[in-house]
């Protein structure tokens, strides 16, 4: 997403909140209704263990969504992540009852966040961090195709393919339980529970950023993270000042290799996969395959159509 593509009447919040949600349905037609006389659109899901929501709309009703949750007992304390959308960034309203807000499935090890999490850390001490040469450890809670774009410089990358493989990365941090660590999401909610397990499993000194990556690259843009953020709309990555020349391009096209921040999926629709390929390689036949099984099975599927 360039600048000229975003539109400024357009707000997109990013929030959560974990607290004790004793009846979600009504929870749930109440978010609908509000959501529907704003003409919000996005996605919504809500448990017992809390809310979890990215919505889109103009700029003033936005804030009187904010205004509204504010207002409510149950929602108090929200920390609120606010960026400028691209207009389209969600196609209609979904907003949905589900078991958990972030899918950790960790069984009867499920984490409650707000009885066991790391330390809140925010971005104006991790900056500084940074700037005075703390040793502290970066661990990225993201899944794989989110870090291909962007993440903090030297951070230990999960590579889950999805949230509930949390458990695997103890292996990787197994030589650090005694060391300073901070976890990072996108907004702050996947840490929650992710450095809660990790306090779980015996690790002394675990510090969760706070507000996630939007918001330390909103206060640093270009500083500390490299690249741009995926996220979870049309817009597919953000950034902020990427026009200048401080702006990192990490992202590599999974065919050719040269710099690139271009997301498409397989074009093969059994896989769908999710991968970096430059706009040069996308458009030599306006297919995008994740690798040469999927375009051998997809030539395969055109040529008995064509029989």
């Not at 500084?128 to 951070?155: I, S």
């Not at 996220?231 to 690139?260: A, L, P, W, Y």
Request: aromatic residues 10%.
């Amino acid at each position: 997403m360039t600048n000229s593509e975003i539109n400024p009447e357009i707000t997109i919040v990013l929030f959560y909140k974990y607290v004790q949600i004793d009846n979600p349905e009504s929870i749930r037609l109440q978010q609908l209704a509000l959501c529907q006389e704003l003409g919000l659109k996005g996605r919504t899901i809500i448990a017992e263990e809390g809310i979890n929501a990215t919505l889109a709309g103009t700029s003033e009703n936005i804030q009187k969504y904010v205004d509204f949750m504010n207002k409510q007992d149950l929602f108090q304390g929200i920390h609120w992540k606010l960026s400028k959308g691209i207009g389209s960034d969600f196609p209609r309203l979904s907003i949905k009852v589900r078991h958990e807000i972030v899918s950790a499935h960790l069984g009867s090890n499920d984490l409650n966040p707000t009885q066991v999490t790391g330390k809140y850390i925010q971005a104006e001490e991790l900056h500084e961090w940074f700037r005075a040469g703390k040793k502290f450890y970066l661990v990225d809670m993201r899944n794989d195709y989110e870090q291909l774009v962007g993440t903090f410089d030297k951070a230990i990358l999960s590579n889950f393919t999805n949230f509930r493989d949390l458990p695997s990365i103890l292996p990787a941090l197994e030589s650090l339980k005694n060391e300073t660590i901070v976890t990072f999401c996108t907004g702050g909610i996947r840490c929650e529970k992710a450095s809660g397990f990790l306090v779980q499993s015996g690790f002394n000194d675990v510090y969760q950023l706070y507000g996630g990556i939007v918001t330390y690259m909103e206060k640093y843009p270009n500083k500390d993270f490299l690249g741009k953020l995926y996220v979870f709309d049309k817009r597919v990555v953000m950034g902020f000042n990427t026009d200048s020349k401080e702006h990192v391009v990490i992202g590599k096209c999974q065919k050719c290799r040269s710099s690139s921040e271009n997301f498409v999926n397989c074009t093969l629709p059994s896989c769908h996969k999710h991968f970096i390929c430059c706009r040069n390689c996308y458009s030599r036949n306006g297919f995008a395959f994740c690798n040469k099984v999927c375009e051998l099975e997809m030539a395969g599927k055109l040529e008995k159509v064509a029989a």
